[in-house]
């Protein structure tokens, strides 16, 4: 894929980089020539994800781990250092999900998703500090329209999104002196992601969907590898603690018919 920034030599590495929207932002920095290292919970997707990204010409190393689990994320990633060296460019985008009304939910369900989502996001932010470069790292969280727009059956990823924004706001500020850029990017519909197969399950619902969003079409996962490397880049020098929408306008317009297009699939 074409690309106009270059990140030859700078490390990169990618939490939940081994499918959808977090595999195509791995993509788009090694084709830009930076060394991408990913890390998932499924060893058969980390080793694919390392293999392709290799392919691509990227010195790739690849971790099996869960982020709700804080020493193995310490663990890799202080591996990942002695490797690699400091990390120019951390994006934190595991994540959990599945629809289901507030009523419905288990207290497992929930929490499992704030787990993943928010708690796994600060196991990955604490842990990877140290490993930064300092100044110049760019910090990148995978936040979600949900976090500010409320949503029929994701009130857990409402809620969890929600604390990653601000913690990407909080780390802003007490990073900053260190010469570290925290941001999120807030992805709308992006097409063929595990994600919208999920929220958008059958065809009807999925045109309901992209007819909500002002640009009339789903975004692809290189756009959002796109925004990302923007804000890694020195073109986003000045731009730390900013949440990013990266949506087509969805959040402006069109999400709570979307919201309520979703909600149709499931029973009540």
Known sequence: MASNFSFKDKTVFIFGGTSGINL?????????G?????????????????????ALGSDAHGFSLDVRDAEAVAAAL???SEKAGDIDVLVSGAAGNFP????????????????????????????????????GASVINISAPQAFL?????????AAKAGVDML??????????????????????????EGMKRLAPTQQIADKVRMSVPLQRYGTTSEIGDAAMFLASDSAAYISGAILPVDG???????????LAMSQHAPR
């Open 34 to 54: 930076a060394n991408v290292s990913v890390a998932s919970r499924s060893e058969e997707k980390v080793a694919a994800a390392v293999k392709e990204l290799q």
């Open 78 to 80: 202080q591996d990942h």
């Open 249 to 259: 306008g969805w959040s402006v317009a069109g999400a709570s018919a979307a919201a």
């Open 24 to 32: 195509g932002i791995a993509r788009s920095f090694a084709s830009a």
């Open 168 to 193: 990407t706001k909080t780390l802003a500020l007490e990073w900053g002196a260190a010469g570290v850029r925290v941001n999120s990017i807030s992805p709308g519909p992006i097409a063929d992601t």
């Open 100 to 135: 289901a009304f507030a009523n419905d939910m288990s207290v497992n369900g929930f929490k499992s998703v704030v787990d993943i989502d928010l708690l796994g996001s600060f196991h990955v932010l604490k842990a990877a500090y140290p490993h930064l470069r300092k100044p």
């Open 150 to 158: 409320a949503m029929p059956m994701q009130s857990h990823v409402c």
